[in-house]
Nanobody, 120 residues
């Protein structure tokens, strides 16, 4: 089992910045990819950004150039720096960690979620 604890988020005006952080604990030896998803009211949860243990990153088109994901393997943390925020970025943001053994995904774990609200 992997436990994820998120911090950050809050209320910001459009054009502003926020930073999210997520710390993983528990059975972290097999953690492969870590990332952030978000879910707005009445919408499906969607990928925001993800980073693999090898450092490969992938971003949703809607956040490219504005958000930056980073990972500190030694501290088992993943962060999301969000700049130039827009009202449509308003959502609950969830940290996710995937475990894998020999490239086979063995588990997917979620944080409790943190609210990001961008006012216009």
């Amino acid at each position: 089992q992997v436990q994820l604890v998120e911090s950050g988020g809050g209320l910001v005006q459009a054009g502003g910045s926020l930073s999210l952080a997520c710390v993983a604990s528990g059975s972290i030896n097999n953690v492969n990819a870590m990332g952030w998803f978000r879910q707005a009211p009445a919408k499906q949860r969607e990928l925001v950004a993800i980073v693999t243990s090898g450092g490969t990153t992938n971003y949703a088109d809607s956040v490219k150039g504005r958000f930056t994901i980073s990972r500190d393997g030694a501290k088992n943390t993943v962060s999301l720096q969000m700049n130039s925020l827009k009202p449509e970025d308003t959502a609950v943001y969830y940290c996710n960690a995937q475990t894998a053994v020999r490239s086979i995904i063995t588990g997917s774990y979620w944080g409790q979620g943190t609210q990001v609200t961008v006012s216009s």
